[in-house]
């Protein structure tokens, strides 16, 4: 425990240097390229790459780090370590084009598969969430420090995460079925499990890609607070790098996991997104 505490300091510390760097970039004028996959980058993502594949390599050296924006290991290769970095530089890019405020750092540590570290830091607040599995989950703005905790049991209205875009037509279905006098709240990057892990908000349904650093550390801080992230295919928590692919199938995210998310699926006629 003394380990993960350590790390998770120094893991904070970092992150809170990221968002320095990115915020020296959203100040001004920046320019936006496209990615292979049509997604955008700008400086600021790289910028926060850099500072946090260094700053992890030297604080653990015998640990590989897995990035959005860095040189990602082959299969061959990352299917035999056992515990590494997964980082999201700047996670909500369109946010972060948009100015709205409303992306993030974030940083967590893979155990066997298992998210058992999280850190996201807001930029823009400096509001910073973390976790270490089964030790707490805290929220820290300043000097200030409280402990997180799910909203349970969620009772009506419920209040559901949505993205800032137009939900798809699945996920406006799954919405309708779920129950009378819902919330939705727009909110961008994984800012939404912050949220639902500080009882603010009770469920984010994902149906449709995402990439494994989107989800880790969200998904630490929001178990470790009470929730759960769960597939509605299997029923069970998110695993990372078991395959070859870095990309994740459709999610719940609940702060009640006692919530009748199983009836929901099955009553919105849902049919899983074909796997990449």
Not at 58 to 64: A, G, H, K, V, W
Not at 118 to 127: E, L
Not at 191 to 203: M, N, P, Q, S, T
Not at 228 to 255: C, H, M
Request: aromatic content about 8%.
């Amino acid at each position: 425990m003394m380990e993960m505490a350590g790390l998770r300091e120094a893991v904070i510390d970092i992150a809170c240097e990221a968002g320095t760097a990115i915020m020296s970039v959203y100040r001004g004028e920046f320019e936006v390229e496209r990615k292979s996959d049509a997604s955008p980058v700008t400086a600021a993502d790289l910028a926060s790459q850099r500072v946090i594949a260094d700053a992890l390599r030297r604080l653990t050296p015998d640990l590989p780090v897995l990035s959005e924006e860095g040189v990602q290991a082959p299969w061959e290769i990352r299917r035999y370590w056992p515990r590494y970095w997964l980082v999201d530089p700047l996670d909500g890019t369109r946010e972060f084009v948009n100015r709205n405020d409303e992306f993030s750092v974030n940083i967590a540590l893979i155990d066997q598969g298992v998210p058992v570290l999280g850190v996201i830091q807001s930029p823009v607040t400096g509001i910073i969430w973390h976790a270490v599995s089964a030790h707490g989950a805290c929220l820290r703005d300043g000097a200030r420090e409280r402990e997180l905790r799910v909203r349970k049991p969620a009772v009506p209205p419920l209040r559901i995460a949505v993205s800032r875009s137009r939900p798809p037509p699945r996920t406006q279905a799954l919405m309708a079925v779920i129950e009378d006098g819902t919330l939705p709240v727009a909110l961008g990057s994984s800012l939404k499990f912050c949220r639902i892990a500080a009882g603010e908000l009770d469920v984010y349904p994902r149906l449709g890609p995402t990439s494994e650093w989107d989800t880790a550390a969200g998904q630490c801080i929001l178990e470790t607070a009470g929730g759960v992230l769960l597939s509605p295919r299997t029923g069970r928590p998110f695993r990372y790098n078991q395959k070859e692919s870095l990309i994740n199938g459709d999610f719940i995210a609940l702060g009640d996991g006692s919530l009748p998310w199983r009836r929901w699926f099955e009553d919105s006629g849902w049919t899983e997104t074909p796997s990449v």
